[in-house]
C-alpha cells in the first residue's frame, strides 16, 4: 500500500494529500501520517509533483486563478481514478469538501480528514488504552480554525487521543469559541512576532498539568511551538502511541 501502490499502479483509489505545509516543510509528520495509514490498514496512494489545492491563491482574490488549478487538480485526480481524498491538512480539507463543490460543477470526490481516518480504522480494530484512568497523559487539544469553525470537526480527534491513553483537559475557549493560534491568514509569514505573540497568548491558557498541546493542523502547531514547547502534531501523538499500545 502506499508510495508501493502508486509504483506498480495496482491497488487503492484514495488519495492522501498531505497539502503543502506537511509534504514540503514538516517532513517528520508526512512520515507519521503514512506509518500510521499502514499500521492501521489504510490503504492509500501518493500522487507525485500536484499542484497546491489553491486557497492561498483564492484567498489573495484570484478566483479565476483558483478555479483554474481546481480543474487542474480534478483533471489529475481524474487521471488516477482518485475516488477519495484524505488530507491532515485543516486547509486543504475545508477547500476540496466546501469550496470546490462551488468551482467544478463536476467536483465528486469524497473528501475525509485524517483525524476522522484514524477515528474509523480504531474501531475497526479495537485498538484502544487498556490501562487505567489515572495512567492517562494529561493533553490539551487546540482547534484549528479550518476544522473546527469552517468545518464543524471537533469530538473526532479527541476521540482519537482518549482512545490511545489521553486525557482531555480543555483549554478555557475551546471548539467554536477556541482562540485562533496567531498563524493563519498570512499572519505568521508577514508579521512573525505578532503571530508569536498570538501563540503565546493561546498558551497562557494552557492547563499546567498538560504535558502535551496537540493539534492536527501544522501551521498551529509551528506557530504554538514558537511560545510552547509542549506543541505536538497529532500524528507524533498517535504515532507514538501505537508504536507502544498493549494490545
Known amino acids: 500500500m502506499g508510495i508501493l501502490s502508486y509504483i506498480k499502479g495496482i491497488g487503492s483509489n484514495t488519495l492522501y494529500y498531505p497539502g503543502c505545509l506537511t ?8 512520515e507519521n501520517y503514512k506509518e500510521i495509514f499502514n499500521k492501521l490498514g489504510v490503504d492509500f496512494i501518493l500522487l507525485p509533483n500536484k499542484p497546491c489545492c489553491g486557497l ?6 484570484y478566483k ?7 480543474k487542474k487538480n480534478l483533471e489529475l485526480f481524474k487521471k488516477h481514478s482518485i475516488k477519495k481524498i484524505i488530507t491532515n491538512c485543516p486547509s486543504c480539507y475545508h477547500t476540496f469538501k466546501e469550496i470546490y463543490p462551488t468551482l467544478l460543477r ?9 483525524t476522522i481516518t484514524i477515528l474509523n ?11 487505567n484512568d489515572e495512567d492517562r497523559e494529561p493533553i490539551t487539544y487546540h482547534d484549528p480554525c479550518h476544522l473546527g469553525r469552517y468545518s464543524e470537526i471537533y469530538d473526532e480527534p479527541r ?26 491568514g498570512g499572519v505568521r509569514a508577514n508579521f512573525p512576532e505578532l503571530a508569536k505573540k498570538k501563540a503565546k497568548k493561546r498558551s497562557e491558557e494552557v492547563p499546567k498539568i498538560a504535558t502535551k498541546i496537540i493539534s ?21 501523538f498517535v504515532l507514538g502511541k501505537l508504536r507502544g499500545l498493549r494490545r
Request: net charge positive; aromatic share 6%.
Open 23 to 30: 509534504e514540503g516543510v514538516l517532513s517528520q509528520e508526512f
Open 56 to 61: 492561498p491563491v483564492l484567498n489573495a482574490g
Open 64 to 70: 479565476k486563478d483558483a478555479r483554474k488549478l481546481a
Open 106 to 114: 463536476d467536483w465528486d470526490i469524497e473528501v475525509e480528514h485524517a
Open 121 to 131: 480504522a480504531l474501531q475497526k480494530k479495537r485498538i484502544r488504552f487498556k490501562g
Open 159 to 184: 476521540q482519537v487521543i482518549e482512545l490511545l491513553g489521553g486525557k482531555i483537559i480543555e483549554m478555557r475557549h475551546n471548539k467554536r469559541t477556541a482562540m485562533c493560534c496567531g498563524g493563519g
Open 216 to 236: 492536527p493542523c501544522g501551521l498551529c502547531f509551528a506557530n504554538i511551538k514558537s511560545a510552547d514547547e509542549r506543541s505536538t502534531e497529532f500524528s507524533t
